[in-house]
């Protein structure tokens, strides 16, 4: 059974950092694309990062050059480094495979606020 458990939210001020990360399990890391995910209430969850087997990422405009995303397969770990946050990036953040999905976990919060 695949399990994605995601941790590193928080508050955080215009402009600030976060380091988001999500333990799987069930799974052969590195075989496959990884994302990350956010939604906010009452919005369809978007796809922010990808991150593939071969170790191309790829982002959404909204993010591209404020994040990064990255694995370390032997931890079976993808995190989402988030720098000059804004309060646009406020919601909860899933990760998931990228192209083939299973369970949700259950996010983890992330809130940028003055």
């Known amino acids: 059974q695949v399990q994605f458990v995601e941790s590193g939210g928080g508050l955080v001020q215009p402009g600030g950092s976060l380091r988001l990360s999500c333990a799987a399990s069930?799974?052969?890391?590195?075989?496959?694309?990884m994302g990350w995910y956010r939604q906010v209430p009452g919005n369809q969850r978007e796809l922010v990062a990808v991150?593939?087997?071969?170790?191309?990422?790829t982002y959404a405009d909204s993010v591209k050059g404020r994040f990064t995303i990255s694995s370390d397969n032997a931890k079976n770990t993808v995190y989402l480094q988030m720098i000059s946050l804004k309060p646009e990036d406020t919601a909860v953040y899933f990760c998931?495979?990228?192209?083939?999905?299973?369970?949700w976990g259950l996010g983890t919060q992330v809130t940028v606020s003055s």
């Open positions: 991150i593939r087997s071969d170790g191309t990422t």
């Open positions: 069930g799974i052969i890391f590195g075989r496959y694309a």
């Open positions: 998931n495979g990228a192209y083939v999905r299973s369970a």
